[in-house]
């Protein structure tokens, strides 16, 4: 499957929605973020929000957040939060997020994710 990854820049109706549609096959207990704290995560300098977007129509089939923060020994990257559309796992959405998000660390200063 072709994928394209992008960093979130702007919130946007379409990533609300997809939020709405992704954070319930991430976690049943936790709401989906609202327009606000999707905009909090994509302003941080301590988060990069990753974006799989199906080339042909863009829609968003996952997301992955890449979080960064210092420790004693330097900056550190982590990853986490990574959720693949239902309809779109076993294509490789969620490796192509995994991959951009440990070739995005070491440029931000954080040789390891």
Do not use: C, H, K, Y
């Amino acid at each position: 499957m072709a994928v394209e990854i992008t960093e979130a820049a702007e919130v946007t109706p379409e990533l609300v929605a997809a939020f709405e549609r992704l954070t319930p096959q991430l976690s049943r207990s936790s709401p989906p973020p609202d327009a606000g704290a999707l905009g909090e995560i994509v302003a941080s300098p301590a988060t990069v929000l990753l974006l799989a977007v199906d080339p042909d129509d863009g829609a968003i089939l996952g997301s992955l957040t890449l979080a960064l923060f210092r420790i004693p020994t330097g900056l550190r990257a982590w990853i986490e939060d990574v959720v693949v559309d239902a309809a779109a796992r076993g294509r490789g959405v969620g490796e192509a997020l995994n991959r951009r998000a440990i070739e995005g660390a070491a440029p931000r200063g954080a040789p390891t994710a």
